[in-house]
């Protein structure tokens, strides 16, 4: 980098200050209400100077919920382990499916393709709502309505045209004469495909396989509707701090917490992933 | 080694047709394919390869049907313009990959490895991956890839390409030994008429998908079959001139600034068509202005190539003629100066099809004899 005068320095450094507080600031006051009773947290004016209490946590690890009204059964933990079955499940699934078809629709110009891969992809456009309703009579006919199953084949409108279109992208850019090189060398297609497509599309795999196990794991509508409780992920489950006596705000604030780490944890270690992710272009020749 | 044959190759993108063609090529000949960037080149080394399907005809290596063999089965190896390395393995497994497939004992896939890195003197940069090899390196080990099987049917889509000039040279001194040391059958495409000359036996002249001339080195140029050939081989450039043929008394004759030129072997056949009058510029030489035939021209300027100097005239009519001289030769540095063309070794290209107009002195004479 170009040597920088203090002045500018000290700029950019107000300037990247501004910038991570205003982004960090929701989730560091969430943090901060995670340890606090809801008497403190509503008392006025508002003060970060509190006694922490782990009250809130151990409630949602119990599932025993003490409310004015008396205990209160909570299924925070089961909903956890949903959401991360759900979407760990949905987006193998997707993966499993769309990178082959990725491939397929990168390599392989046949008639239609375009028109099957745009299908794909507009599902992505229909508001989910609208697609609710005869979903739910056909899951009902079907038997598949509160299922885990019936859960991850509707999560497929959310990861599958998601990895489809990110990975293909990331296929197309891997020159077919690397590939070619390896077909003549005496290596079969689907060799062709384990040992030199899929490696050089990883690091988009990784990112595309990310980016869809966020989207699952945030998705509300589809399981609010399809679920009952014991299948209802975290987004889903939060509905149940809102109680007859009121607001568990210290409980919300530590079910977020607790809900956004695996997400937090999972982006953190495939940053590198991402990065080099995007300097794929860099690979040619 | 092992023989090729294209048998009417028709190949089509999006309903233009870019190849069009039948080609032989014999057990253990180096066959360079030459043509200008489009002409198809890259195209059919890959049909040949089996990475894309010809719409129409045969392939035949070693007599046998590949039309409908997949790439992995047909034996070739091949070498991209572009290198097309493997960016996430080494180079060693770049090369060995071609015997990996074959499944070859470890063993036997480190001694092959190390014997084609040593020829290509590579060995020392095995385990780097390619993003750590300059372009030269990057180069070979492409190439050792290739060579690494002992296929019988080599394709080397321009592989000096993308290499710098000194290296390039080097290589263009190095590549006949080693290919002939592979005992292949090989197929070679550029575009620079240098290596092409270098390095085929025979060479396959190419535009816009079809083939317009094949034939050794010599007879590309000294005879080539059109305008456009002429005009690729030889540097500095032949020259082409607009004439239209003159009955004289001893057949016909070409004007150059009011002096007449004698097309030895043309007959009337050409007298009053619009043609072009090739001469290479050292068929060309400065002469006395009282020699018979000399063409009054001035001198423009002169450019020492090395091993000989390039001089450009312009006559009369402004027509400029290239005139090239052994360096060292003294020559006419500026102002008038006359010209002597060697009649023997000028060619005659129709000027509406570009093609070559051969002599019709042997019919002339049957006739002679018939009479």
Redesign the interface.
């Given at each position: 980098m170009e040597a920088m005068s203090p002045l500018e320095r000290v700029l950019r450094g107000i300037a990247l200050t501004l910038v991570v507080v205003f982004f960090m600031f929701p989730i560091v006051w969430i943090f901060l209400m995670s340890f606090q009773t809801n008497e403190t947290i509503l008392r006025i004016p508002p003060s970060i100077v509190f006694t922490p209490t782990l009250d809130n946590y151990a409630a949602l690890i119990t599932g025993k919920l003490q409310t004015a009204a008396g205990t209160l059964d909570i299924a925070f933990m089961r909903n956890l382990g949903n959401s991360v079955f759900l979407s760990v499940v949905s987006v193998a699934v997707a993966l499993a499916l769309g990178v082959p078809a990725a491939y397929a629709f990168a390599r392989h110009k046949f008639r239609g393709s375009e028109d099957i891969a745009f299908t794909l992809l507009s599902f992505r456009f229909a508001p989910p709502l609208l697609v609710l309703l005869p979903l739910t009579q056909y899951f009902q006919w079907l038997g598949l309505s509160n299922t885990y199953f019936g859960l991850i084949w509707v999560y497929q409108l959310i990861c599958l045209p998601l990895i489809l279109w990110i990975v293909r992208g990331y296929f197309e850019d891997i020159?077919a004469?690397?590939e070619?090189?390896?077909?003549?060398?005496?290596?079969?297609?689907f060799?062709t495909f384990r040992k030199?497509a899929l490696?050089?599309a990883g690091p988009g795999i990784a990112a595309a396989g990310l980016l869809a196990f966020i989207f699952a794991w945030n998705n509300f509508v589809f399981a609010l509707v399809l679920a009952s409780a014991d299948k209802q992920p975290v987004t889903v489950g939060a509905l149940a701090f809102v109680t007859a006596s009121g607001i568990q705000y210290g409980q919300i604030a530590a079910a977020i917490v607790l809900s956004i780490t695996p997400t937090l944890a999972l982006a953190l270690y495939a940053q590198r992933y991402l990065v080099e992710g995007l300097s794929l272009g860099a690979?040619?020749? | 080694m092992t023989t090729l044959q294209l048998k009417n190759i028709v190949k089509r993108y999006k309903g233009q047709t870019v190849l069009d063609l039948s080609l032989d090529v014999a057990d253990g000949e180096r066959l360079v394919l030459f043509g200008p960037s489009g002409a198809g080149k890259t195209v059919l080394l890959r049909l040949v390869a089996g990475v894309i399907d010809p719409d129409e005809g045969r392939v035949l290596i070693g007599g046998e049907d590949m039309t409908d063999v997949d790439a992995e089965h047909r034996g070739v190896g091949m070498a991209f313009q572009n290198f097309a390395l493997f960016p996430h393995m080494s180079a060693f497994d770049n090369i060995a990959s071609a015997l990996t497939a074959r499944r070859f004992s470890k063993e036997a896939i480190a001694a092959g490895v190390e014997k084609v890195a040593r020829l290509l003197k590579i060995d020392h940069v095995l385990s780097h991956h390619p993003k750590a090899l300059s372009n030269g390196q990057k180069q070979r080990t492409a190439l050792a890839r290739a060579l690494v099987g002992s296929p019988p049917l080599l394709l080397l889509d321009d592989p000096l390409r993308n290499v710098d000039a000194k290296l390039r040279f080097e290589m263009r001194l190095e590549l006949p030994r080693l290919l002939a040391a592979q005992g292949a059958t090989v197929i070679y495409v550029t575009q620079d008429y240098k290596e092409a000359m270098a390095l085929g036996d025979r060479i396959a002249v190419m535009f816009e998908g079809q083939l317009r001339q094949i034939g050794t080195p010599a007879d590309i140029y000294d005879t080539p079959a059109e305008l456009e050939i002429a005009r690729l081989f030889g540097d500095p450039t032949i020259n082409l001139l607009d004439v239209v043929p003159q009955r004289g008394p001893d057949g016909a004759f070409a004007e150059l600034s009011g002096v007449r030129l004698r097309l030895p072997g043309f007959g009337p056949e050409i007298v009053g068509r619009a043609c072009v009058l090739g001469v290479r510029p050292e068929n060309i030489t400065f002469t006395e202005a009282s020699a018979v035939g000399a063409i009054p021209v001035t001198v423009e300027a002169e450019t020492p190539l090395n091993e000989k100097t390039v001089t450009l005239t312009l006559t009369a009519r402004r027509r400029e003629i290239l005139v090239s001289r052994p360096a060292g030769m003294p020559g006419p540095q500026a102002g008038p100066a006359h010209l002597a063309v060697n009649s023997r070794a000028t060619l005659l290209f129709d000027k509406g099809s570009g093609r070559l107009m051969r002599p019709s002195e042997p019919a002339s004479k049957r006739n002679g004899e018939a009479a």
């Open positions: 020159s004469d690397v070619y090189a390896y077909r003549i060398a005496g290596h079969s297609w060799s030199i490696p050089l690979v040619k020749g | -």
